[in-house]
């Protein structure tokens, strides 16, 4: 009787076992074959895929930059977007409507909310943004600025597009070029608040105060154009009103010195009022072939926002911390180091400025 029993048992236990084992077979028998038949090449595919994440992670970067339809602001972005995408992560790009710090701190918010990996801004305003910048990196978020930037508390790279003293320098030197060494000239910027056009504009003032050789030249007025092209066309007509004598405007914003171009060029004052500044190719070669501005400078938007793609990633994957003598790869533009800053925090630097005039606008117009 008791053989029985236990093999009534035995009986019973091995109807369970297959009971658990049946789905499990069944599910197997339905993987297709091809992804079965090494194991050997499976493994493999999983190394490649951890390695992969290893180096490029999957994060979310956004950028932010000043307003929705500037052209420069768009290039930038683009560059930004190519760099994030060429690493295999996730690019998200944002701008208000219009160049304010509220609309800016919005968007900040909102990409807190998503739980980003970096945020780079292109500021509006450096003082306004630091509460919003600040809670972002409180959760965690690396914050860079580029291009306009933010308080040293308030991110943990800047990446400039040149040193702001090379960019003064070559300005005051095309404003005393283009006034033979004296005169009345005018400056219209971007925005009151746009850090980096100040101190663009702050390098000038000082070279021109601490040289001798601009002793005759005369900065009479800086006016504000706020990057909105109707407002800095009025802007360059009240300058022209108000100054008769004016030899020279330099604009150190692309929408301010497209804008400065076509005034001009209708009122037929070229030869007159000389143009120079900061300008895409694509929106002065007009004004470069028709003699209004004989050259200016820009360096490469694109770039400008690969190069912050970059840096965003280093900074999250841990490449660097953003201290002085950080070295990092920007895939295609090579390696950088960080340095210090004027403003006691820490940045890296694109380049000097790059000079365009009538021997080189027709190859850079159709690039940006």
Not at 129 to 158: H, W, Y
Not at 177 to 194: H, N, P, V, Y
């Amino acid at each position: 009787m008791k053989k029985w029993m236990t093999v009534v048992c035995l009986l019973i236990v091995a109807a369970f076992v297959f009971a658990a084992c049946a789905p499990a077979a069944e599910t197997a028998s339905q993987v297709p074959e091809s992804s079965t038949e090494s194991g050997e090449a499976s493994a493999e595919s999983s190394t490649e895929a951890s390695a992969g994440t290893e180096t490029t992670g999957s994060g979310k970067h956004a950028i932010v930059f000043k307003n929705t339809g500037n052209p420069y602001g768009e290039k930038e972005m683009e560059g930004f977007e190519n760099a994030v995408k060429e690493a295999g992560q996730e690019a998200i790009l944002r701008a208000p409507d219009q160049p304010t710090a509220e609309g800016q701190i919005q968007i900040i918010e909102e990409l807190i909310a998503q739980g980003v990996d970096s945020i780079t801004v292109v500021a509006n305003d450096p003082d306004a943004l630091q509460p919003a910048l600040t809670k972002a990196m409180q959760a965690g978020i690396k914050v860079i600025a580029v291009d306009s930037g933010v308080n040293a508390q308030s991110r943990e790279l800047f990446v400039n597009q040149a040193g702001s003293e090379l960019i003064g320098q070559a300005l005051m030197d095309a404003a005393y070029d283009m006034c033979s060494g004296s005169g009345e000239f005018a400056i219209l910027s971007a925005t009151s608040q746009a850090t980096n056009q100040n101190a663009w504009i702050e390098a000038l003032q000082k070279i021109m105060e601490s040289d001798e050789k601009y002793k005759d030249m005369e900065l009479v007025k800086v006016a504000y154009g706020d990057d909105l092209r109707d407002k800095s066309v009025s802007e360059t007509e009240a300058l022209l009103q108000s100054y008769p004598d004016l030899k020279c405007i330099v604009a150190p914003t692309t929408v301010g010195i497209a804008a400065a171009g076509k005034v001009l060029t209708d009122k037929n004052l070229g030869g007159k009022v000389a143009l120079t500044g900061l300008g895409l190719p694509s929106e002065m070669a007009e004004y470069i072939d028709n003699g209004v501005c004989e050259y200016m400078f820009l360096w490469n938007p694109l770039d400008l926002g690969y190069l912050a793609g970059y840096t965003a990633m280093a900074l999250t994957d841990g490449t660097i911390t953003g201290a002085t003598g950080d070295k990092f790869e920007a895939g295609t533009l090579g390696e950088y180091t960080v340095v210090d800053a004027s403003d006691g925090g820490t940045e890296i630097i694109l380049g000097p400025p790059f000079r365009f005039d009538s021997s080189n606008i027709a190859e850079w117009k159709d690039v940006y």
